[in-house]
């Protein structure tokens, strides 16, 4: 059960952008949540935006206060110290509203579709193009997180849908970015 939140925000920084370093702070939450095999933590960014297109410079964590505890005794903001500022625990405001958070996919480079398929399907690039036109690319308007891929090496751009709002909770399980399509994160 949520019950309580942390809240870390970034600090500026002449050196990095803040998005870049929400998002090795987002990485680096990924990685603990994954260690502790935690499906009970969920996120929050309560500066979403779609216009203008951002997460601004803030996270919520959501979790009881064990789960924030051991959360903590990890060390996982190792590192991070510098370029953050950090709250204490607290309880989840009564008039908080609840949306889930989730991570939604877009089919957003055309050319790297056409090269993974001539590569699978060893057809000629023409006969790749018949099959995935020009019009199956899609620019997202929702505001992500350039994240970089811990098996592969690679960057990509984890965007994030902000849900309905909703007046009760929806309990569910959270992966390990803290994300849900169906598990509700408070919202205030």
Known sequence: MLTHYIEI????DPEFSESMLLGALFS?????LADLQSNSIGVSFPQYSLKPKTLGNTL???ADPAMLDKLSNTGWLRGMRDHVQINEMMPIPETAEYRTLSRKQFKTNVERLRRRRMKRKGESYEETCAHI???VERRSDLP???LRSQSNG???LQF???GTPQAEPIPGQFNT???STTATVPWF
């Open 60 to 62: 919520r964590i959501h």
């Open 177 to 179: 970015y803290g994300l």
């Open 9 to 12: 925000r970034v600090r500026p």
């Open 144 to 146: 992500f997180i350039c």
């Open 133 to 135: 036109p020009d019009t």
């Open 160 to 162: 994030i849908e902000l």
């Open 154 to 156: 690679n960057t990509f």
């Open 28 to 32: 680096k939450l990924h990685r603990a």
